[in-house]
């Protein structure tokens, strides 16, 4: 099993629909990211999750919804988004926040909002 | 606020060594990382550099930081098509304890 694994890696939907991105880490990390790529922009951080406890929340719309049933899943729920919603969104896991461990990333789900 | 600042393309010859630029304002860093996108993948750990090492070397890869100037590159010697990819500088800050501040990103592009 290869590190972070986020499925599906594209999803197409339209702004009334409802799905999931899901995120697995086989890397025995304790702490676990969501973040938001858009073109020829830094990388946004979303939401941290550290010992399954959400640690940061960066000022996301409430039609993004984290979950962290353990410390190896993350998933992000999504509803009602909006066009502009459309990126790549990646998540990480690293052993501990605030710590010198790097992040580790996934390769991403291709998000559109038609 | 704290903010990190690259260009957003290079061009170099195959076989050239390739030298990418990241320049931050925060003097509080602690870490500073580079990572390596590839189209269609993630974001690949390429190396990283404590704010207290002035270089650190890894097969081709060397990393030169610049405290004063606030000042990191990445060269890559003998750039083959393989290293064409986006690099991200990051950096940590002793002020946050979770968040990176990502720069936009380099594009490489290599020409034959």
């Known amino acids: 099993e290869t590190g972070v694994t986020q499925t599906p890696r594209h999803l197409v939907m339209g702004m009334t629909n409802k799905k999931s991105l899901k995120c697995e880490q086989h890397l025995g990390h304790n702490a676990m990211y969501w973040y938001k790529q858009s073109a020829k922009k830094p990388l946004e951080l979303m939401f941290v999750?550290?010992?399954?406890?959400?640690?940061e929340n960066n000022s996301v719309p409430s039609r993004f919804s984290p979950e962290c049933p353990n410390s190896s899943h993350l998933f992000l729920h999504l509803h009602t988004l909006q066009p502009e919603d459309s990126a790549l969104y990646l998540c990480?896991?690293?052993?501990?926040?605030?710590?010198?461990?790097?992040?580790?990333f996934g390769d991403g789900t291709r998000l559109s909002i038609l | 606020g704290e903010d990190v600042e690259q260009s957003l393309f290079l061009s170099v010859r195959e076989g050239d060594s390739s030298v990418i630029n990241c320049t931050y304002t925060d003097s509080s860093s602690t870490y500073l990382y580079w990572y390596k996108q590839e189209p269609g993948a993630g974001l690949q750990l390429l190396t990283y550099?404590?704010?207290n090492m002035d270089m650190k070397q890894d097969q081709r890869l060397t990393v030169l930081l610049n405290k004063k100037d606030k000042h990191l590159s990445l060269r890559i010697a003998d750039t083959q098509t393989g290293d064409s990819a986006i690099y991200f500088c990051?950096?940590?800050?002793?002020?946050?304890?979770?968040?990176?501040?990502w720069g936009a990103g380099t594009k490489l592009i290599i020409k034959p």
């Open positions: 550099i404590f704010s």
């Open positions: 999750y550290s010992l399954e406890e959400r640690v």
């Open positions: 990480a896991s690293s052993q501990g926040v605030g710590t010198t461990q790097p992040q580790h």
């Open positions: 990051a950096e940590r800050s002793m002020d946050s304890n979770y968040q990176l501040i």
